[in-house]
T-cell receptor
Framework: EDQVTQSPEALRLQEGESSSLNCSYT??????LFWYRQDPGKGPEFLFT???AGEEKEKERLKATLTKKESFLHITAPKPEDSATYLC????????????FGTGTRLQVTL | AAGVIQSPRHLIKEKRETATLKCYPI?????VYWYQQGPGQDPQFLIS???????DKGSIPDRFSAQQFSDYHSELNMSSLELGDSALYFC??????????????FGPGTRLTVT
């Protein structure tokens, strides 16, 4: 069964203090690993897809990387508006395959 | 850019009643997914459809059923509602099969409260 574990559960950073979120996974036949951002009461917002080990994607202050066992979401010089829950999910190969999510990392960025 | 549309956004029902949730995918997306998210939990997969055919099924109760119509919109029908069904229900769509891209775009969700 596919499994995703995220750490830490919660992270509090000061504005400008860079850090990384971890996502460890086991999946039979990885099609892709996905990062989402979710604000309270709202739908997950798509950030990145990573398909193979060694791949990296960047968007503003965020950078996602992938190995065969884990993915990292690096946040450089965060701002208060980056505060949210960051979800990692994996998808196995197959038509219309589900996403299996981790429990997320709640990030709070303070001034 | 167009996003996934869900209706209603909020729904209050009593135990044993029925509810119907609707989802309109992003144009030209051929795959629809339904997820349930309880308070403080991650989204849990319920069911998916590709080209109007059921494709994958998760831990969806027998009291729930879903379908995708010819215009690609989808409906989740929930009967004999229980207090434990109270949750956020998300629909997501993806362009799978047409572009080789697999990311799922989520709608704003329907908050179901069962009293």
């Amino acid at each position: 069964e596919d499994q995703v574990t995220q750490s830490p559960e919660a992270l509090r950073l000061q504005e400008g203090e860079s850090s990384s979120l971890n996502c460890s996974y086991t999946v039979s036949g990885l099609r892709g690993l996905f990062w989402y951002r979710q604000d309270p009461g709202k739908g997950p917002e798509f950030l990145f897809t990573l398909y193979s080990a060694g791949e990296e994607k960047e968007k503003e202050r965020l950078k996602a990387t992938l190995t065969k066992k884990e993915s990292f979401l690096h946040i450089t010089a965060p701002k208060p508006e980056d505060s949210a829950t960051y979800l990692c999910a994996v998808q196995a190969a197959g038509t219309a395959s589900k996403l299996t999510f981790g429990t997320g990392t709640r990030l709070q960025v303070t001034l | 850019a167009a996003g996934v549309i869900q209706s209603p956004r909020h729904l209050i029902k009593e135990k044993r009643e029925t509810a119907t949730l609707k989802c309109y995918p992003i144009p030209r997306h051929d795959t629809v997914y339904w997820y349930q998210q309880g308070p403080g939990q991650d989204p849990q997969f319920l069911i998916s459809f590709y080209e109007k055919m059921q494709s994958d099924k998760g831990s969806i109760p027998d009291r729930f059923s879903a379908q995708q119509f010819s215009d690609y919109h989808s409906e989740l029908n929930m009967s004999s509602l229980e207090l434990g069904d109270s949750a956020l229900y998300f629909c997501a769509s993806s362009p799978t099969g047409t572009s080789g891209r697999y990311e799922q775009y989520f709608g704003p969700g329907t908050r179901l409260t069962v009293t």
